[in-house]
């Protein structure tokens, strides 16, 4: 068995999980991990051949802790029931909704963001965290906006979902977490269904809203399908987003130059800026990923490379692993904003199970990264008081702290 592998712990995945991963990836296409109780693929081409192939490697097992957690929903089944599943909810996250409804809105959301923070600062109030005030409130809100529930019920919907995501983290077979993870999600349950049951019996207006669609009593979803995938889309597109903004911010604010870089990049025009800013997302996409495994089980016994995998048995592709294999990216470890092929990282997976909502976070983030350079050009980042990302399973900065002392105080009060 490999070393790495025997000692491998999560609280070391969680603090830096890519020196680990790469000596994983020497070690064999798939390497047993004991402690985890599953095998690990760190490849790029490996995790591949794993999420292209759902016959041999599927999500529909009871092992499963997203379906343990929510049921049976687009995630954790295949074939024709998960194509009918991710149909039904579609409308509102085509790359054409999430540009041309959902971004104009979502801009609106961070101007008004800086604008309560400029507020704060000009009260006194000393530091900005990007992560509370920023990035969690836009994933929040804008999944509020998007599924149709009402701004006052956001903060039940956010309690939940970080249940979730501690039950969702729990490789270790935690009991109380799983308890709890369950509990939250029937609590969650009986809310969107009094929701999608008020707007059906308003008689489900047409498109727009994910409650809209789902509740439009032509729709091809039974109530408690359409409740399990509600869940889902609803879990699926706060902690996600949040962490992916929150990644984005820390690489935008700490990597040497790269935000002055950004903001020159505004002399050329505004396509020049807009494609900057795209740079810098997708390349924190490749470098360090908000979702950090893919999980998928063996219908049969089946290999990857040397290993023997069993029935049954857990896969876990590590997308960390991949988006920094050497193979397929050039100089993997370096941050570098205009790699030709970055839109190769599987930060969103691949596959039919690719994610349903990558548009719209890509929306909101492009948002989050625009609208605090032009309104806050001279923003600088903090270090001493802010975290990095961490985490094995969702990874996030705890805390992204923009400098406000007293002599930046009125800096930020102005933009
Ligand atoms: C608007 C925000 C988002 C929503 C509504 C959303 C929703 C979903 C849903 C419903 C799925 C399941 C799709 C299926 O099984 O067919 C999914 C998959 C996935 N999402 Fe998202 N997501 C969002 C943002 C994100 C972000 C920001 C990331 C990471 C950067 C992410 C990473 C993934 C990954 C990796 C998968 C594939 C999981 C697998 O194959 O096991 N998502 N997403």
Redesign the pocket.
């Known amino acids: 068995m490999s070393a790495v592998a025997a000692s491998l712990r999560l609280e070391d995945l969680a603090v830096d999980p890519y020196p680990h991963l790469a000596e994983l990836r020497s070690e064999g296409a798939a390497v047993w991990a004991p402690n985890l109780d599953m095998w690990v693929v760190t490849g790029y081409d490996d995790a591949v051949s794993v999420?292209r192939d759902p016959e041999r490697f599927t999500?529909d097992s009871p092992k499963s802790l997203i379906q343990a957690t929510f049921g049976r929903q687009?995630?954790s089944v295949e074939g024709e029931e998960?194509r009918r599943y991710?149909q039904a909810c579609l409308a509102p996250?085509t790359g054409k909704a999430s540009r041309e409804v959902w971004q104009p809105r979502v801009d609106r959301l961070c101007v008004e963001l800086l604008e309560a923070a400029e507020r704060a600062a000009a009260c006194g109030a000393v530091e900005v965290d990007l992560m509370a005030d920023y990035a969690a409130p836009i994933a929040l809100e804008t999944?509020g906006i998007v599924v149709g529930l009402p701004f006052g019920d956001l903060p039940r919907v956010r309690a939940w979902c970080e249940v979730f995501a501690r039950s969702l983290a729990n490789f270790e077979g935690d009991a109380e977490l799983h308890r709890t993870g369950q509990e939250a999600a029937a609590a969650m349950r009986e809310y969107l269904a009094e929701k999608l049951d008020e707007q059906r019996s308003a008689g489900g207006a047409e498109g727009g809203t994910l409650i809209e669609v789902l509740s439009d009593t032509g729709g091809t979803l039974a109530r408690s399908e359409a409740l399990a995938n509600l869940l889902?889309?609803l879990f699926?597109?706060i902690e996600?987003?949040e962490s992916?903004i929150g990644n984005a911010l820390h690489y935008l604010l700490s990597e040497p130059g790269l935000l002055a870089a950004t903001l020159d990049s505004r002399n050329e025009g505004e396509t020049a800026f807009l494609a900057a800013v795209e740079d810098v997302m997708e390349e924190s996409?490749r470098y360090d990923?908000?979702?950090q495994t893919?999980?998928r089980h063996a219908t049969a016994p089946v290999r990857i490379g040397g290993a023997e995998i069993a029935a049954g048995e857990t896969v876990q592709c590590m997308?960390g692993g991949a988006n920094r294999d050497p193979a397929v990216f050039e100089d993997p470890e370096r941050f570098k904003p205009g790699r030709a092929n970055v839109r190769k990282h599987l930060?969103?997976?691949l596959g039919?199970?690719?994610?349903?909502?990558?548009q719209?976070?890509r929306a909101e983030t492009r948002s989050a990264l625009r609208m605090l350079l032009e309104r806050w050009p001279r923003v600088e980042f903090d270090r001493l008081a802010s975290l990095p990302p961490y985490g094995h399973e969702f990874r996030k900065p705890g805390r992204l702290v923009a400098r406000s002392g007293p002599q930046r105080k009125k800096e930020l009060a102005v933009g």
């Open positions: 999420l999500n687009m995630l998960q991710k996250f999944m889902i889309v699926g597109g996600t987003t992916m996409l990923p908000a979702v893919l999980t997308v930060a969103f997976g039919n199970h690719f994610c349903l909502g990558a719209l976070a």
